[in-house]
């Protein structure tokens, strides 16, 4: 036979090749069902308790500056006011029952307390403003001699005794009093800068007393009465920031 041996033609007879379609894609991975969303079940969030309402008292004795201080405390404190409370320099120890700190003037001794010493005041001499003290810049205890010095009963300088000088004949006075008196020319006052300024007059000037005696100015408070406040406080007098660690 002509076509015995012969190999089937390719494509055809026994051996031809069954092709297969290759199932699209979408047919091996048939679509799934969407999910149905599972709902959440949400707790809020336990809300601190507001704070109760309060006011951090600050006394200072007369001439004290807390004024930059207060004011860095209303930026950080926002929420709770600031009351300065004017303390008697003669009961000062005292005055601590009724607010939360103070500045006071030292010397002040009490182991129940915590005493943060601020900054020494400026001494200087009060005197009429014609006065012939006030023509030098500076003063010092030399220029003083043969004045009449007027004693206070609010003194916080310790009543220094200056050589050469006389004491007035008349009772001590209140600061306030006395440099209405040195006005007049009658004598002169020794007192720190800051109540120098504070009781101003024009019929009196004041000029610093070189080498005279400081006055002490420092935060305190009773320690068994340490708040968070009075953290708050005491970092804001020595520079720290609200972020600052203590």
Not at 60 to 69: M, N, Q
Request: no cysteine; proline share 11%; hydrophobic share 40%.
């Amino acid at each position: 036979m002509a076509n015995q041996g012969r190999r089937p033609a390719k494509g055809t007879g026994r051996g031809t090749p069954v092709r297969r379609n290759k199932a699209a894609p979408a047919e091996r991975y048939p679509p799934q069902k969407p999910k149905k969303p599972t709902s959440k079940v949400v707790f809020d969030a336990p809300q601190p308790e507001p704070e109760a309402p309060r006011t951090f008292r600050l006394g200072a004795v007369p001439g004290a500056t807390p004024g930059k201080w207060i004011d860095a405390w209303k930026q950080r404190m926002p929420r709770v006011p600031l009351e300065l409370v004017t303390i008697d320099p003669a009961a000062q120890r005292d005055a601590l029952d009724r607010v939360d700190a103070a500045l006071l003037r030292l010397p002040l001794t009490d182991e129940s307390l915590h005493i943060i010493p601020l900054y020494d005041e400026v001494p200087v001499v009060v005197a009429a403003v014609d006065s012939h003290l006030m023509a030098a810049e500076q003063l010092t205890a030399a220029d003083l001699e043969g004045e009449v010095v007027i004693a206070l009963t609010d003194d916080v300088l310790g009543s220094p005794v200056f050589p050469g000088t006389v004491p007035a004949t008349f009772d001590p006075l209140p600061t306030d009093e006395a440099i209405a008196t040195a006005a007049s020319g009658v004598g002169i006052v020794v007192v720190p800068m800051s109540l120098a300024r504070l009781h101003h007059r024009k019929d009196a000037d004041h000029r610093v007393l070189a080498h005279g005696p400081t006055s002490t100015v420092a935060l305190v408070w009773p320690r068994e009465r340490t708040t968070a406040d009075v953290e708050t406080f005491v970092g804001i007098v020595r520079g720290r920031t609200a972020n600052s660690s203590r």
